[in-house]
């Protein structure tokens, strides 16, 4: 298993931005596929983004897709959700994860791998 550490949340006002980040150890960063997932008080956890281990190919929730941004550093082992204009729906706890699989997946059963969580919210 890989052990994650997530940071970068906090309070921004709406239209705002937010670099999350997602610290990786244990198991060859590389070789996992990431996702974003966020959880918002009263609501089902919901998968925000994701990026492959194969080719960086990178799937979005529609409700983020052209605000926010996965990327990865394999040499950091971490992997970072950028969020611009953000709204006040966007207010959750965001939670990095790994998968082993290999295709871009948004199935939170085949992330093996979560993180603590880190609190996200947008003030109107």
């Known amino acids: 298993q890989v052990q994650l550490v997530e940071s970068g949340g906090g309070l921004v006002q709406a239209g705002g931005s937010l670099r999350l980040s997602c610290a990786a150890s244990g198991r060859t960063f590389s070789n996992y596929g990431m996702g974003w997932f966020r959880q918002a008080p009263g609501k089902e956890r919901e998968f925000v983004a994701a990026i492959s281990s194969s080719d960086d190919s990178t799937y979005y929730a529609d409700s983020v897709k052209g605000r926010f941004t996965i990327s990865r550093d394999n040499a950091k082992s971490t992997v970072y959700l950028q969020m611009n204009t953000l709204k006040p729906e966007d207010t959750a706890i965001y939670y990095c994860?790994?998968?082993?699989?290999?295709?871009?997946?948004?199935?939170?059963?085949?992330?093996?791998?979560w993180g603590q969580g880190t609190q996200v919210t947008v003030s109107s």
């Open positions: 994860a790994a998968t082993q699989v290999k295709f871009i997946t948004i199935t939170q059963r085949r992330y093996t791998s």
